[in-house]
């Protein structure tokens, strides 16, 4: 089965042709025609990949999927959440928004020591976080929905140069060492991303994928 991947990210494909095995052939936006910058303008994960999907599938007419992926801190409020690639205010400039995020999570930890001290609880500030994944798969013209979650927490100070994105300052739950130390291959049978394709491999292989 031929399938559209809503990405220009060559790992993403090599992830997904990986999960998805044989039988699948994956092409990128950009083999399906599709060259310009597909908009996400969503408020949550689900909408941004149901907006690509849905951009790729109104185009070509061919089987497809998005995934949107964001990064939630507990000491943050959720944030950069749907803002985790542009959290500096450019797109993908991965150091300055992990820069950005250190500086924010320090700030926000003065601020609330403060407020302990005064005896106000803060039950929330903690360095907690997750990467949440929304996968949306338009397949002959249904939608169905993914999601995979790797919850952890964000380190003091970056380490490893694996992976891409916010991997340096991310340590999985159970783990001891950030995504970047890890190396991508294991950090993607444990990645939220690899859960969600996985559940979607699951249902493209069962017969109510296939009919």
Do not use: W
Request: proline letters at 3%; glycine letters at 12%.
């Amino acid at each position: 089965m031929k399938i559209v991947f809503a990405t220009a990210n060559a790992g993403k494909v090599r992830e997904a042709a990986d999960i998805l095995g044989k039988g699948f052939e994956i092409i990128t936006a950009a083999q399906a025609g599709i060259r310009e910058e597909i908009p996400e303008t969503g408020f949550t994960f689900r909408a941004n990949s149901l907006q690509k999907a849905q951009y790729i599938y109104d185009r070509t007419g061919e089987n497809c999927f998005a995934d949107d992926s964001g990064l939630e801190v507990d000491i943050l409020g959720g944030a950069p959440g749907v803002e985790t690639a542009r959290y500096c205010g450019e797109a993908h400039n991965s150091e300055k928004n992990m820069e950005k995020l250190l500086r924010e999570m320090a700030r926000r930890e003065a601020e609330a020591s403060m407020m302990r001290d005064l005896g106000i609880p803060t039950p929330h500030a903690t360095r907690k976080a997750r990467f949440r994944t929304s996968v949306t798969l338009i397949l002959n013209g249904e939608k169905h929905f993914f999601d995979g979650v790797m919850e952890g927490s964000i380190a003091r100070e970056r380490r490893g140069d694996g992976g891409f994105g916010y991997d340096p300052v991310f340590i999985p739950k159970g783990m001891d060492q950030t995504n970047g130390e890890l190396g991508v291959e294991f950090k993607n049978t444990i990645s939220h991303r690899g859960k969600a394709l996985r559940a979607m491999a699951e249902f493209l292989k069962d017969d109510k994928g296939n009919h």
